[in-house]
């Protein structure tokens, strides 16, 4: 190293050496106008002759200058000393992503981390126009806080942000050169031909699979054979989830056109794999109400898609309407998934939905009815949201999930080719245009006013017509112009509901209401009835239509549940076909993988016995009866005893009787005996409904979440041997199920927007949990009453770990990744025994095709 401690250059101070490269020396510096150390990185001497070399140290200080992201190593400073061009940098603690690597992969969740701090920092530079083209492990340094930075734009392009223009004397050098690091090249790369940000793409796909593998995609003894394999093989297959490797192998396309379309779309692929956002709050009254509609929503649904397939074609369709024709259903889709919004287009000619197939992330495709293999339109995690009256698709980009049918996302309009999208609105659920305006510019759009909490329709954008502290679905504006209809759903997260119309004054109408389910809406062709689909107590989602003066008449009802997403101009519907199914999955100890232990179609709240030989678990499936059943069996797959009505809350500590709440009027908690016996009804006292219960670890008592006539929801404790539920724990504190301790001196709770906090149970102030991840919340303790079990629900695959309490401490437990991810909306729920040996997990799968529909009256 050529500069010696105390060493001044500018106004930095040499400290000592850190490091030296094929390119420059870096040392620790002071700076002594701020007083900050720094990293200064200076071109040696023998290096400083090098027209190509400067070059490139000119390159990167351009480069990095232009940006501005915590993923991105900053440049503060650039200077000469003594002739020698240096760079000042922020100095950073840790080590390359390649030295990390030197000792294997690394775990699915830091890859998932790590990958997505990458495609962020990707993300800005190409926004600017810059494109890295040297990407690999050395280059990507992990700071000890966990932070990914992206070092050394040495060889780096920038110009358009798309790639295409270059650095004013670099083309010349570089036409036919090959450019980057053999290993991680592109293809176009290799041939020494021009590369844009894609090469980037290509170069981060290789990155990901070796932290998922601990090997190099492309490794070969020699140069020459690895840039073979880069352009002529794919990497050998890896044991990850399968819409991961899907997403990976998508960055490795050897075409560039075949990649995702930007390291920003890539971004929130990855998203779908990592943890999300949920409330964690515990149920109040309206989401006990809600979690009882979905759970009569998912119970209605499962008929297998092949009797819809069959039954349809054999005429067997129950259809009520007028005339006596048969409606004409012509399948448009054939792959395991499910399908999202959908729109004619091209004069009927053609149809755009957004699909997830086989749980890859959802994107949009184009199918026309003739010839039924549908093509790709679009990036990944974009949804269809409407199409214009141009003919182009208004689409949500960078859609996040959130319930039923909805996403959120940034509005946007792209050509139905597949062409680039151009961004309108951030933070849109639902959109469509006014098909009557010339200049196709009418928008309206339904979102959540920040400062209200709120959902809004606005039409145009900016004028509020609707507005309702439940959720507004499936916005469509008159052929007509002037109206607007949509589903109203005063429930948040719920699909009850009404069909509501409005005009531009801000009158509002309701056509029908006192469904059970909404879900689909689109306008006959002459505007003159409202279709839509919704389902009342105790049948299946069917079609309907009503007119403007509420007259409601059935177009189409199956015993599948059928959704409606369009109409054409010519009378044609476009419907989805939909099975549910909630499905136990256990990992039972001694037996081998995951086993199915559901009974019939929707089996859910499972709860091990401490020594995971038996299971109680709740039954909604439409033949278990109106208020469900309280079933119990082994987990060796012995046949299922149904212990009564109800659902399900838990197996007393000595496995002989089961706690089950009974939906009646009033709703009951009743004690259900597993062997000989007779049922037991609890003293209810004041307490007019019920939450979740959970039994005490000495098997007396139990703590329950209710309210009383008036007052908020809280916990109660009640005795067995008899008398009053008593309030237990401050109010505003609330019990979450199986997370009383061991000893039974403290319970997890929940209190509005806080943290999770552990409450004491005889009395005292409540301690926060800390160590906890956003997303996550307890699943129940260790044995020793040293840990919870901590995870994601709404995250598959569901990273589990174990929280010491006492410290935060978190240490790896179980990934839970189930073999066939296609349809999987979310897991939710678990039960995992305290010595960790045995867990049962609730999967539940939507799946469904789509169908054009001739015919219907």
Known sequence: MGLAAGTRAGHYEILGPLGAGG???????????????????????????????????????????????????????VGAHHGLPYLVTELLEGDTLSKRLAQGALPLRKSLDYAQQVARGLAAAHDKGVVHRDLKPENLFVTRDGIVKILDFGLAKYGSASGGEALAGELATEKGATLGTVGYMSPEQVRGEPSDHRSDIFSFGAILYEMLSGQRAFDAPTGAEKMVKILKEDPPPLAVP??????????????????????????????????????????????????????QWLQKSAIALAFVAVGLAAGKLLWSGRGTALPAFHQLTF??????????????????????????????????????????????????AAVTPAGELGILRNARYLHHTEWLGTLATQPLDGGAPRDLLEGVEGADWDPTAKTGQRVAVVRQDASTGKMRLEFPVGKVLY?????????????????????????????????????????????????????GLAWSPGGREVVFSATRAGSTLAVYAVNLQGGLRQLLGTPDRLMVLDVSADGRLLVTAETTRSALMASIEGQVGERDLSWLDHSFRPHLSADGRWL????????????????????????????????????????????????????????????????????????????????????????????EPGQPERAYLQDLTGGKPRRALPEGFLPLP????????????????????????AGGAPRPLGGMEPGEMPLGWSADGRFLYVGNLSHLPMDICKLEVATGRRLPWKLIRPADSA??????????????????????????QLFTVAGAP
């Open 738 to 761: 199986e997370t009383i301790s061991p000893d039974g001196s403290v319970v997890a709770c929940r209190r509005e927007a806080a943290p999770y906090m552990l409450c004491p149970l």
């Open 616 to 707: 109680l678990f709740t039954e909604g499936a439409t033949a278990a009866g109106p208020h469900y059943s309280v079933c119990l069996r082994k987990t060796d797959g012995s046949p299922v005893v149904r212990l009564g009505e109800g659902t399900a809350l838990g197996l007393s500590p000595d496995g002989k009787w089961a706690l089950a709440m009974v939906p009646s009027a009033p709703a009951q908690l009743v004690l259900l005996p597993t062997g000989a016996g007779q049922p037991r009804t609890l003293d209810r006292g004041p307490v007019e409904s019920y939450g979740f219960g959970s039994w005490m670890p000495d098997g007396k008592s139990i703590l329950f979440l209710g309210h």
């Open 467 to 519: 507005e309702t502290a439940g959720w507004i679905s499936f916005p469509r504006v008159s052929p007509l112009g002037g109206l607007v209809a949509f589903l109203d759903h005063p429930v948040l997260n719920d699909s009850l509901g009404s069909v509501l119309v409005v005009d531009t004054a801000g009158n509002q109408k309701t056509l029908s209401s006192g469904w059970a389910a909404e879900a």
């Open 242 to 295: 399968p819409a991961l490797d899907q997403v990976m192998r998508h960055c490795l396309e050897k075409n560039p056109d075949d990649r995702f379309h930007s390291a920003r779309d890539l971004g929130f692929a990855l998203q779908a794999f990592s943890t999300s956002e949920i409330s964690g709050s515990s149920p109040s009254r309206l989401t006990q109400l809600a979690a009882a509609r979905r759970s």
């Open 823 to 848: 349809g999987l909306v979310d897991a939710s729920g678990i039960s995992i025994t305290p010595d960790g040996r045995s867990y049962v997990c609730t999967y539940v799968r939507i799946l469904n």
């Open 23 to 77: 390119m420059a020396e870096v040392y620790r510096a002071r700076d002594t106008r701020l007083g900050r150390e720094v990293a200064l990185k200076v071109l040696p001497p023998a290096f400083a002759a090098d027209s190509e070399r400067v070059l490139r140290f000119q390159r990167e200080a351009r480069a990095v200058s232009l940006l501005n992201h915590p993923n991105i190593l900053a440049v503060y400073d």
């Open 335 to 384: 792959r395991r998934g499910r399908v999202g919004a959908a729109r004619f287009v091209a004069a009927g000619q053609t149809v755009v939905y957004s699909a997830a197939w086989e749980g890859a992330p959802p994107q949009i495709f184009a199918v026309q009815p003739e010839f039924p293999e549908s093509r790709s339109t679009g990036d990944a995690m974009s949804v269809l």
